[in-house]
């Protein structure tokens, strides 16, 4: 019996340490992070009985330093323990909680209440020079000496135990103790991994546009001459001026003749229609391949050397899929599906017919395919794109994606890839986690201020270790019915919002004009540019006070000049007594900015545009590191207001929907 | 480069597959269950595009008979798959969820849609052959020739395709394609165990008395004749009469005479003070030994025998600490802590003294008292105890009790640990998953409307995997301020939610005579039965109609003719306009229940025990099984109403607060 006994091992260590966080499921994959951005690092620890415990997060750098941090207790009652702290190094940081019984802590208590009490004075006295004692063994040399004295004070007949246990924490025993902790009974979890990323991976401002349109123009016969990458440069300023970090291009290469699309995504194009630039690979080649019309691979590479020079990088589109002119349908028509009748099988949803598209059967011959798509995505790498948005990657298998990210941040780690998934959430949460940086969300159709909040609160709370969330406010895909029917306010509104909710945002070309005519019926404008040419007038618009594009250089310039915009995971919504004031505040503190200094910042938007409204809003001071009274600037408008916990705001769509107000301190 | 990619392994399958439940931190801990509980089980599984996934659990019973289940979906978007099943064999079932493309739905789907719109209709008669084949192939003969023959119907040019389609369908190929399902790109979860335990660990109704005071009879000069086993057995009839399963008993070990506590917890016992059983131990032994009072070793086994023929089992206390006299402060002093001075150290919250109990020092000696407390249980498990309810917990270390249940229950695993931890949640639930098979909770504090309905979806959803209640009504500890103020109606309204909520509950006696008055200041009866004896005439108060015996003794009827009140996972909260009517569900399909019916019961409580209420309940009829409108029979009055999704109802606390309402089918 009692050898049975002897064979059972346990699972709980002798302090039970649970629910350690950040982790993502149970530790199969790392939780993401990127540089400079403030982690929170914790679990449930506790013990039994009245005894006190400390913790500590164990981290480890990518390069192997490690560091041990005291973690801080949480609410009583929650048994929890954590720390935030600011990750400065690419590439895996390993980590652990260790909790250990605090002698220390229980016997200053123990003490603290019995003296106060009148009972056991001199006995606690004892009691400490043993644990003194315990301190003193496993220590170096000259901490022994200096516990050693400690004791000697304690078991000091000349003074009372209130006037030698004052006189030994006031001679600093318990910095010694704790810098030289027993760590009796010590428990540790196990090991866990946090990804850390580049910083443009987790925060950057998106542009979008097809370059074919930067510097098109309209022959008087109705033709085009295609804009290029040589034209496309002189839109680089634009871009800049508007404080854009990534410019995104969807596909530059050949497009299929093959069932071509023509305008409004007719099935007939005609002569002059250039084609749905997704419809990729044509007699000119395909996938690594420049589009003839956009100019060779040098003028690609100039322009992308351009970009990176007024500090903006290029996203590259990766659309696996073929144009029935691809050559791969020639040279490999394995990596196709081959019908019944001996044709290859273009895209469907039964009835709709997609027949200028060819999917990829990623199981006909995955190793085969995959090296395929790494020596093209690995071409591009070399040609100085690091970014790429991926075009619909929840119709390949997230397997053959989890090994794609992999094997090129294997070689080249700062190469970041967004995923273009608008699909159930199992499948978007579940492509993070096999590994993209970035994803596209559902922000578009969260409209009203009860959607925006409890959505803010899950991409930054509770899906941020494995989705990090770009709020894209359009795409040549979205138009929304609020853009559509909310006038210009509803692009002011917008803009604001997935400019400051999160640091990743992005705007498709024509946002900035206010384009708001949706093809009928569609969710997508009209004269859509994925079929057409598009030749806007920026610089007229912005002459004409007609354009929102200084608007949006001012969020960008916000976004810049503000530390706490940078960050993910410190959105906190807090309340306001109308139905469509939403109230958010980033916050940093002072330890963890890059400077030095503690940055926050309140936005208070009306997510109405139809109207002008006036509330109070009730700020959770406790979040925002405030006295109760604080001055604040509306960076907006320039203007400064003392504010507390409650305050009156009016805000009016028509003039300015929101305020986005600096605490000064 | 390539090389590189192939090194590359992915985590993620080819169908994805996540959040399987039921699974407890991981796997780390097997999940709970008990003999004929209904378990759902299910996973979060979907795939790229377009195609049709299957996905099955694969369970294992004990035994090691394999079963395969298909799964079915959840709500669209959810992307889960589930399915329900009552375990009907006591030990650890193992069990793996599995998704596979499936081909035929797929056709099947794209066929009906491209049929109905003309589009490829030949064509989707010959993949079907195509498929066919695939089938075909890997089938045994039989179902080859089956499989031949759809296939010949396939090609039948005789038929339109419409007719083909029709015909093969109405031939059962869609049954003999899933009975012989290809399951290609077969991908699975990990696997995970539950642990199914005795019915008892899962559904008991339990009723607590001291046997000293069942007989005990007090002498004119004031002190008592004790009670004992022998006397004690006269009253196992009014234990069963009430319909009780489990007769726990308090410590009936000798009680320690050093500062043995007196009446009202007072410091100083008088002669004839009895002490309380938890200051365990004297000159005539400690854990090991009976209370001579109580009588002889085999007095307690004939007890114990006499109520199992009654069909109750009897449930000792574990109560791990020592009064100053028991035999281990001599034969093992170093199980407890030493202070500085030598003197042994007694229980104290500073600066709190509790100087007749010794607490042990598990750190001390930690095999020896394992080894110990291994062969006190054994001991009594060898004297026919099946059931321990372990004193406080939460002081001794949770390693501590992992290994101690392992060992016990690889021997006997019929053997019950009820855990009496009132304390933080953390330490609550990682006592259940270190074994406990129940727990004490937080019930009694929880009293109106909208604490209970959170409480008691906690309870039956969100930790019922590890985490086992046994609603209790009252204790010798607490007598909550709801019963002291509530008069007799706040006895009927605890005891109906405890009995019906929760297949465990349980009951102090005393609770039936409507025991309401406390020690002024405290949460417990005033002369409070831990320090004295108690007569109690439960007889005089059944005939005088002061006794809630009658409606104990109904409530545990309910519950033994009705399976639904059996499970804990199945309850379910409705919605009601009044802010003290709580209304809940218990439902059990037909195919889950042991008889083979379903069975449905609604308890609908007026939760304010000073007040008649009148209002709407609106039931969430999915959850149960029910068309629009359906009769019910109250069980406490016999009535019966035709009831459907919005009742009104009304409940006089002062005469009958509760609605027990079955759905009569």
Redesign the interface.
Known sequence: ??K???????????I?I?KVWPVV?????PAKAFESEVIEFGA?A?????DRIATELILTSPKGKTTVYPLNPGHY???TWSIKLPLREIGIWTFQISAWDDAFATWK??TE??L??G?DQE?MM??G??LLERFAAGAEKKIQTQFAKYGAVLSDNSLTPNERFKKVLGDGLELVAIENPLRE?ETRSEQYQVLCERALAGNAAWYEFFPRSEGAKKNPDGSWVSGNFKTAIDSLDRVSEMGFDVLYLPPVHPIGKSHRKGPNNSLNAGPHDPGSPWAIGSIDGGHDTIHPDLGSEKDFANFVKAANKKGIEVAMDLALQASPDHPWVKTNPQWFTT???GSIAYAE???K?YQDIY?INF?NDP?GI??EV??VV?KWVGLGVKIFRVDNP??????FW???I??VN??NPEVIFLAEAFT????MH?LG??GFQQSYTYFTWRNTKDELAAYLHEVSQDSANFFRPNFWVNTPDILTEFLQFGGKPAFKIRATLAAMATPLWGMYAGFELYESVARPGSEENIDNEKYEYKARDFAGALKQNASLAPRIALLNKIRKENYALQQLRNLRVHYSDDQSILVFSKHISANHAPDGKANTILVVVNCDPHSARETTIHLRLDELDVPASFKVKDLITGNSYNWGEHNFVRLDAFTEPAHIMRIER
Chains 1, 2 share one sequence.
């Open positions: 019996m009692g049975l006994g002897k064979m059972v091992s346990t699972k709980i260590g002798r039970p649970s499921d149970a530790g199969k994959f449930v506790f013990r039994e009985g009245h009652g929650t048994d208590h123990n209440v019995k106060a009490a009972v006995l004892q009691e020079v043993r009974l019908r019944a009748d949803n039964p009835p017919k999917p199981d190793e995959f090296q790494l020596r690995n929840h119709t390949k298998p997230v397997a989890e090994r794609l992999a094997a294997q070689i159930r959430p199992a499948m579940t986690k096999a």
